[in-house]
């Protein structure tokens, strides 16, 4: 996502919490900046974004810790600044042993849509469009997309 958005004319850096991300992230797109670094202190100065992309990302985030995260999103967000979130909902928490024939392991914790933007709204963001998309086969959960914008003034 990272490279598609910079292709538009964005000025992008990607983040992510695995140095093996980034590192296969740096490798497919040398030309652009990529850092290893938390959702909950993300190493920019406050007001400093102009957008995040929380992209299938926060689902993996325990719930108790999302109010942490949506609050970092909003200091390091500028004034009028905007947040895309996409991600899956529900109300699962699924830890699986296996996926796509690898062992692996990892938490997801799906909530409900409205959950999230609650959320939001309580870091201080305003959400100005969502989505949710029903599952139709082979999909096997819902996903939703939430646009949220940082005001202007407190």
Do not use: N
């Amino acid at each position: 996502m990272t490279a598609y958005m910079a292709g538009l004319g964005l000025s992008m850096i990607g983040v992510d919490l695995s140095p093996k991300m980034t590192e296969l992230a740096q490798h497919s797109s040398p030309a652009l900046p990529f850092a290893v670094g938390s959702m909950t202190a993300m190493g920019f100065g406050d007001g400093a974004l102009g957008g995040i992309l929380a992209w299938y990302s926060t689902h993996h985030t325990p719930p108790e810790w999302l109010p942490t995260v949506f609050a970092e999103f909003h200091r390091t967000l500028a004034p009028g600044g905007h947040l895309l979130l996409g991600g899956y909902v529900g109300d699962e928490h699924r830890r699986p042993a296996q996926a796509y024939g690898h062992p692996v392991s990892y938490a997801s914790y799906f909530l409900p849509l409205d959950r999230i933007a609650e959320l939001l709204g309580r870091a201080g963001l305003v959400v100005t469009a969502r989505l949710e998309q029903i599952p139709e086969p082979p999909v096997k959960r819902p996903h939703a997309y939430l646009l949220a914008r940082k005001p202007e003034s407190p």
